[in-house]
């Protein structure tokens, strides 16, 4: 027996609606038992390039530890912030959550180390963005469907997904991106929804966060350190008078539970004032205000603004790091050189679309390739190759 439909959920007027997509670049029928959206995500958790994620780090290479984040557990923890603001705020969570689930899929092995060398070694055949690939990702590169490439998203999604930042200039990357992929206008000259708003300060709460823990985790920095900041330090003063002494794993996680609830609290306190005050009538109406209405106070977004400066100096710029992200560069750069100039030397079907056709053409498929990679393969291709 065929389940029923599955009824709207209730969210508030400007919440993007299931039911009232604006649907799929192919026609498809529609699910019995999940919303469109819902069906985005199982598309996304289900796809090839999110199980690569558990093997792409974010500032730590694949070697250094079992404990430090990776693209997946990131990705993982901006879902769960996100649903937890979308359901607060009465939005469709199932949207935030597979935007959140998606918005990493681009990233290529080695993190911002492995996409700045691809970004180089593409400069002169149209440029690598990590956004504009999760677009490429999910209209082409997944081949899993009868019918067509890509994961055949719905509107919502897409325009989520291509406007991470916010509104798409025309002629950036990411508008040529949009125009050749999606099959569809996205709308690029105006915020995204609600919920796509929500995902991208999710994942800005998630990384703040676990940078600081795994950044504590590697002894980059101490506790002691942070107490500058002003964003962590009165949190640790506070569960020191809570608690007293703790062991240093417990004084860490007891302040970075806090700093979460802290951040989540302050968007939806902010974003409620700001949707309240705009009143508006639908989505669209959301989408028409010239202004994101999910935000941090300004209070909270100085304060997270001083938090980054300070991983950017302490840990992204650290002289570990730059060894290890230095010789990550490296190993994507000379893959990059080593496939463009020897294409046979990838899988057959990758050696099919580079081989015979221009030379910018033949250069993207070397990057796609290179950009699915875990660290791990990537790192035993380059030891590989490097022999022959």
């Not at 940078?211 to 107490?227: K, Q, T």
Request: charged residues 25%; proline residues 5%.
């Amino acid at each position: 027996m065929l389940a029923r439909p599955h009824p709207p959920v209730a969210t508030a007027p400007y919440a993007c609606k299931a039911e009232a997509s604006r649907g799929r670049a192919h026609c498809e029928p529609e699910s019995a038992t999940r919303t469109p959206f819902q069906r985005d995500r199982d598309r996304i958790v289900h796809s090839t390039a999110f199980r690569r994620l558990m093997h792409k780090t974010q500032v730590f290479v694949h070697h250094e530890g079992d404990h430090y984040r990776t693209r997946l557990t990131h990705s993982l923890e901006v879902a769960q912030i996100a649903r937890s603001i979308a359901r607060v705020l009465a939005l469709d969570e199932d949207l935030a959550e597979a935007l959140a689930l998606a918005h990493d899929l681009g990233h290529p092995p080695f993190g911002h180390a492995g996409e700045e060398a691809l970004a180089e070694a593409m400069r002169d055949h149209g440029g690598f963005d990590h956004n504009v690939q999760t677009l490429r990702v999910v209209t082409r590169l997944e081949a899993r469907y009868a019918n067509f490439d890509g994961l055949n998203l719905t509107w919502e999604t897409l325009e989520g997904l291509a406007k991470h930042n916010g509104p798409v200039e025309a002629g950036s990357a990411m508008a040529r991106a949009a125009a050749a992929l999606a099959g569809r206008d996205l709308a690029l000259d105006s915020f995204a929804g609600a919920e796509a708003q929500v995902a991208a300060l999710a994942d800005d709460i998630a990384y703040d966060n676990h940078d600081v823990d795994d950044g504590l985790r590697a002894g980059l920095f101490s506790i002691d350190d942070l107490a500058s900041v002003s964003l962590v330090g009165p949190l640790i003063d506070a569960v020191v008078a809570r608690h007293g002494a703790l062991p240093q794993t417990r004084l860490i996680h007891e302040t970075i539970r806090r700093m979460i609830g802290l951040m989540i609290d302050d968007v939806v306190a902010e974003s409620d004032r700001r949707l309240t005050a705009a009143a508006p009538a639908d989505a669209d109406g959301l989408r028409r205000l010239g202004a994101p209405v999910i935000a941090f106070s300004d209070n909270l977004a100085s304060a997270e603004r001083g938090l980054k400066d300070y991983l950017f100096t302490h840990m992204y710029r650290h002289p570990r790091v730059i060894a290890k992200t230095e010789r990550a560069r490296a190993i994507v750069t000379e893959l990059f050189a080593i496939y463009r100039d020897n294409p046979g030397l990838m899988p057959p079907d990758w050696r099919a679309r580079a081989e015979g056709g221009p030379r910018d053409r033949a250069a993207r498929v070397v990057a796609d390739y290179i950009a699915g990679m875990t660290d791990r393969y990537a790192s035993d291709e380059h030891v590989r190759l490097s022999a022959i």
